[in-house]
């Protein structure tokens, strides 16, 4: 049985949506909660450009960055920095 919503099509042991309408402006994208994982994190961050965060981490678990455009720089703990383009990967360790 297929489930639709305006956002996401759920079918059985599947979920399919875009980011584009999974919420609007920038700031975090609950992908997790709205196509139903429960074994894993997920979330995308929409950010303007120019945009910088703040520090972020966690005493357990572990990240992984996946970014789909434009051009960001992430500092890590040891001090380095790297720069992702379209189609860069970072994973971070707790």
Do not use: C
Request: glycine residues 14%; negative net charge; charged residues 25%.
């Amino acid at each position: 049985m297929n489930e639709t919503t305006e956002r996401v099509t759920k079918g059985d042991g599947y979920a399919v949506a875009n980011l584009n309408d999974l919420g609007e402006g920038p700031g975090f994208r609950k992908i997790r909660k709205e196509l139903g994982v429960t074994a894993f994190g997920v979330n995308a961050i929409v950010l303007p450009p120019s945009y910088e965060t703040g520090r972020h981490l966690h005493d357990e678990q572990e990240e992984l960055y996946f970014l789909h455009s434009g051009r960001i720089a992430i500092e890590f703990g040891d001090g380095t920095s790297h720069t992702l383009e379209p189609g860069g990967l970072a994973w971070v360790d707790a």
